[in-house]
């Protein structure tokens, strides 16, 4: 298993927790359908505010649907997930062309499209 998806499932299961806490909170203070419409569309805004990538695609690791949005140019891979969660959220960033990750300050400053967005699950109260 290389490192991406290494660090992607441990991502997907710190982040489950970590949703699956966030969302029963949510949901006792009657707020779910605001956090699922603020989380929810997270891929959709990022591609909103940058344009198309030059990949966007979809497949499985570690027995969850990971979606890959990439930008060649800037050298940015986003993965999303929608475990625990009802559409994509950050799960991890990496350098487009290797198996190496990326701080989301890193991305936010190769993507200035996304206007600072750029928060992974675990950024996440």
């Known amino acids: 298993m290389n490192m991406k998806r290494m660090l992607a499932t441990a ?4 982040g489950a927790a970590s949703s699956d806490t966030a969302l029963i909170s949510a949901q006792k203070s009657g707020a779910a359908n605001t956090r699922a419409t603020a989380q929810g569309g997270e891929a959709a805004k990022l591609i909103g505010k940058c344009g198309k990538p030059d990949k ?16 060649k140019k800037q050298n940015v891979e986003l993965m999303y997930s929608r475990q625990g969660v009802p559409a994509w959220v950050l799960v991890g960033i ?32």
């Open 94 to 125: 990496f350098k487009a062309n290797a198996d190496e990750n990326m701080d989301k300050e890193e991305a936010n400053r190769r993507l200035p499209c996304a206007a600072g967005s750029i928060r992974t699950v675990l950024d996440r109260p």
């Open 11 to 14: 991502i997907l299961v710190l």
């Open 56 to 71: 966007d695609f979809t497949k499985i690791e570690g027995g969850q649907p990971i979606r890959h949005i990439i930008y």
